[in-house]
């Protein structure tokens, strides 16, 4: 029974090559501009500071604390491009090595980020096992940005720098315990990536007859099924005041790992500044993720992302919700309390707790309006539950609140 479902696993994983998509060779590929961190004078980017993710640049498995050394320092208000690594397809249970793994999936040499390869033959220490499988690029040191203040990311653009990325189960890691299905062995290493027993998706994005880039799952009957994408970065965040290794798992106050969908193009995220510079970072880059992100990961794939990053301080700028002890989100429609915690009903109630706050704070009702407005009115949505601190977040619908923002 293991063996068979062993070969249902193999053929999921690997029926669907990437050279299966023609559209896959008119992809442009998402190359490393610079070597180092720049202000970048000309083409596409220009008048952009770009930071690229090199040994120099990152974290693997960790995010910056307030010792962190910045790779670059910005002016607040300027537009920062970070191209990012995805951890997926270079971590040990798929072999540490980007080009072997990648290619056996039938992507071409010249299709695998340079990045990729470069960090998976490197000596960089990672831990299968304590570290957390992140890829962090970053932090910027930000002009201005004192404890206090509010770190203000616009994200403009988050672009995928390959046409493919992975999805992964692993064990311990997803919202079932009975998955994966397969046995984990004692013998598990990345010479030996088979035993540790995880399942990892590889998922090619091809366009459609419209013209629309979407994720491609192969199923074992030879149908495909396709979904549409919503790039967004996972983990954004700024440097917490410790002294004391950051593991780059469970998001907290100081944001992280949140994985909220919304926060994607055209959306804004608000981070507490909690050390002098702010300290920013980003990474995990996912193509789509459902709420909930039940298996372990989204699709997840290196991107580009692009933001303008502006310092709001108090006392002085319009900071939403009037202080923030924790990141808050919005796009056009909706403000985005996150709640956070190991215990998902605890999460609840935490996320409305903040939705509460932010209403009494940024439209001036009182606490029971604000809560028998959010139980007739706004949805709670489940951004994950696979990241060791799980998370809710309020949807607050904007437009409900149009009266208060003509009278202001």
């Known amino acids: ?18 050279s299966t998509f023609s559209s896959a060779e008119d992809f442009k590929i998402l190359k490393q501009i610079e070597s180092k961190p720049t202000f970048l004078k000309k083409g596409e980017y220009a008048g952009h500071y770009y930071i690229p993710s090199t040994l120099n640049t990152i974290q693997w498995g960790y995010l910056p604390n307030k010792d962190a050394k910045p790779v670059l320092t910005v002016r607040s208000g300027s537009h920062v491009t970070f191209d990012t690594v995805s951890h997926e397809g270079l971590l040990e249970d798929q072999g540490r090595d980007a080009e072997k793994y990648f290619t056996s999936k039938g992507v071409k040499k010249e299709h695998i980020l340079d990045e990729a390869k470069l960090i998976t033959r490197s000596n960089l220490k ?45 064990h311990g890691k997803g919202t079932l315990p009975e998955f994966p299905k397969r046995q984990k ?50 983990t ?6 410790t002294s004391e290794p950051v593991h780059s798992v469970p998001p907290s106050f100081y944001g992280g790992n949140i994985d909220i969908n919304d926060l994607t193009t055209g959306a804004t995220a608000y981070y507490p500044v909690q050390v002098p510079g702010a300290l920013f970072y ?47 989100g919005e796009n056009g429609e909706f403000w985005i309390t996150p709640g956070l915690d190991e215990d998902l009903d605890e999460a609840m109630r935490k996320s409305t707790r903040e939705a509460i706050n932010f209403l009494v704070n940024e439209y001036g009702i009182s606490e029971e309006i604000a809560y028998a407005y959010l139980s007739a009115a706004t949805d709670f949505e489940v951004s994950q539950v696979v990241d060791k601190t799980k998370g809710i977040h309020a949807m607050i619908r ?7 923002i003509e009278q202001k």
Do not use: C
Request: net charge neutral.
């Open 1 to 18: 029974m293991l063996k068979k479902l062993a070969l249902s696993i193999s053929i999921a994983t690997s029926i669907l090559s990437f």
């Open 126 to 170: 990672h831990d299968f096992h304590k570290d957390g499988p992140h890829i962090i690029t970053g932090p910027i040191y930000v002009e201005g940005a004192m404890p206090g203040d509010v770190l203000k990311v616009e994200i403009i653009k988050i672009e995928p720098r390959v046409p493919y990325g992975v999805i992964s189960n692993r």
């Open 185 to 234: 062995h004692d013998h598990a290493s990345p010479e030996n990536p088979d035993a540790y027993g995880n399942v990892s998706v590889f998922t090619p994005i091809a366009q459609n007859k419209e013209g629309v880039w979407e994720g491609v799952i192969q199923t074992e009957s030879g149908k495909a099924i396709r979904f549409p994408l919503n790039p967004f970065m996972g």
């Open 236 to 241: 954004m965040g700024v440097a917490p005041n």
């Open 282 to 328: 980003t990474g995990d880059s996912h193509f789509v993720q459902g709420d909930g992100e039940v298996a372990l990961t989204a699709l997840e794939g290196s991107a580009r992302a692009t933001f303008k990053i502006s310092v709001l301080k108090a006392g002085k700028n319009h900071i939403p919700g009037k202080q923030l002890s924790q990141p808050l």
């Open 398 to 404: 904007k437009a409900d609140f149009k009266e208060f």
